[in-house]
């Protein structure tokens, strides 16, 4: 009895030097099993759309399945909270998006996550924010808009989504560099904010080129937040730049893993989501929808991050929302 | 948009949306028929398995398993005086002495051809007006919402509970846990106690399923030793079209009923068993044999019967235009709709009116199906009533209830507030707490605040607050509305002093709770 008790340990430890002694020897594939793709937004919302029109592209490029998981609450924070208390193996990611991950760590108290725990994977896309009116508005043009706020102090209505949002801080950019003053609406997401704007209970609507598009015929957009003129959609309007507004304007999109993932799986994860987002799927399906494609890798994604964290926390502590 | 129609109508007659519907309705009678499961528990818990679905079938599927729940209520009402769901409570008052005279078969039928014909007509309601109203939709401007909001938590106080003190104190807790999380405006986060994962807030499928479901579950285990003597019937010859003709020859009586059924439901917060009692109510009054009622009358089941159905098309009309759910089932329909990112307004009939129209054309057949259903498939469906034992249904439910409010957010703290929800609900049941009207408020919290908010920086924007919450048109209706509903309680109580209203309906004796929303 004893030495059979024995003889089973004896084997385990053996076949547990043997395990171990091959896995350092010659370390596992990476990917082996299924990537975890945390997508903090509700189905169906842009977040979700981007990343299944990558699904099928990635799990080809990776050779295993990429799942969608769905961690949706608090502006995005209850899934970047999961993906820094997950397994740092790799085998987790998340969509993040910028602003959201700079903004909501410098204002909330303890929103779970902090942003340089959310290791950057690659970057690969923009949604730019447009500045609109309706139709009927008296207001042709930027200039027109911005002569009545001068005189008007914050009689004009924006509609934005939500608060130290990308909607809210191109506000705050925006009224910085005129030095004017506009009412900020804040609602609850994109699409009572734009019902709202249509039903013309805003003077102006601060939208995402997706809604700006969807919409054209019944607005007229007097600015976009691009780098560069928009030019598939709206090829005459200039951008805030031009305007001698020095901001851009968008909500980007990209994928992270959690704190302290090997920096060889990051690299494999990077790999593959270069080729999806360079490939013609993915590429054609982003400009149909009024979105911008960016390839930024992992290095670029972090130093771009960097600087748009600095950015935002120098424009809050100037107009004294931080300390 | 007439092309959005006819790929809706082609979508309907595909044979997997047809089977979908076919089993969303089975299944549907089968937990209606079931006392202690309700139709609000049925779609909570069938939510989570329409994930993986698209909108389309998704959305059809749980719009049949409402149709369903609604009318399998029926069967225990009927059959054992006890009713499946709350909408069938004034099925019981004729429907189970009728069973008792031997005419078993003869209710059932009843309740049957009231249950399509009054589905018919919500539906037809549903389709007629929603569209009309989510045009006038972009109307409604934060202002607006907020006074809607208001009107809805009016409703709490004169519908939702039978003690208007209670209601208030149901609908107050609803309010707080909508504050919980993050601030719909400024984007802060409140009463999360530290915990990261409740920046999220209450999640609304979560709450719904904790407080209708959990309670339900509790007290079957503590009823376990109750027995129920089923009334059991042969299906004979002839007095299925005898009595179908019968039901039909009462125009006036279905024709009202459903009227009556599908106003209640468009109105917040009021379920299809206030529905089926005003009804039952007015069917009394309009009767030239008011003795009859409550001893076994046609007439009564098919006023019940009707109403509750039609209510279900008008409950989804503030839903599918406002995001404002008619009864509870609703509700849980309004996570259904969002979880497929779809969210209420003129959008549906724009954007998504595809998938919009299918689920509007779905409920028309989903109340022709319940004739075959319910008529070949009634003596099973009573069986069942009796048959499944307490000791497989509560575990399996609560099994479910677990799995349900861990799919909707994949996050285990949703699965502890379910069930602190849960024990809330239990223990306010016990107390006469409805969750009703907490459910109620944790759905128009958020809107009002929202509003309330929105409205006052868009005020200071225009230079009168005061003009825009008192200044709009939209707005002065709905608070005539609010007003009215507040002060209704007061006004009924004067009109019966007088014995102009008469709204008392026959005691119903066994199962007491349970009597509000649902």
Redesign the interface.
Known sequence: MKSRTLKTVLSGVVALVFVFGVAVTAPAAFPEKQINYIICFNPGGQSDVTARVQQKDLAEALGVPVVMQYKVGAGGAVGWTALVRSKRDGYTIAGNNIPHIILQPLMRKNPGYQTDQLVPIYLFETTPIGLAVRNDSPFMTAQDFMDFAEKNKGVITVAGVGTYTGHHITYLQFTDLTGLKLTYIPFTGAAPQVAAFIGGHSTAIFGNSNNLVDHKDKIRVLAMGTEKRFKPFFPDVPTFKELGINMTAGISRGVCAPPDTPADRIAVLEKAFDTVCRGKNFVGKMEEMGFEVNNLGAAEFKAWLDGKKKEYTELLKKLGQIK | MSESIVLALSHLVEIENLILILAGVTGGIVVGALPGLTATMAIALLVPFTFTMNAVNGLITLGAIYCGAIYGGCFSAILIGTPGTPSAIATVFDGYPMARKGEAEQAIVTATGGSVVGGLIGATMLLLLSPLLAKA??????PEYFWMAVFGLTIIATLASKSILKGLIGGAFGLLLSTI??S??????RF?F?Q??L???V?LMTALIGFFCIPEILFMVEQRAKMYTLITYKRRKGITSSTLMKVIQKPFLLIRSAVIGAVVGIVPGAGGNIAALVSYNEAVRASNTPDEFGKGHMDGIVASETANNAEVGGSLVPLLTLGIPGAPPAAVLLGAL??????P???LYT?HAEITYTFLFSLFVANIFLLPVGIYGGRAFSRLVTIVPMKFLAPTVAFLTIIGSYAI???IMDVVIMLVCGLFGYIGRKLGFHPGPIVLGLILG?ICE?GLV?SV??G????STWMLFFGRPISLVLIFLCLLSALWPFVANALKKRGVLNLDVPEEEGKEEDSELG
């Open positions: 939709a972009l109307k409604f401007g934060p999380g993050m719909p405006i400024a984007g802060d986060v999360s530290g990261p994962e920046q999220g807030g999640e969002l979880l497929q990112g779809m969210r307004g003129a959008e954007v957010r994949n996050n958020k929202t929105q920086l868009m200071k924007a225009s230079g």
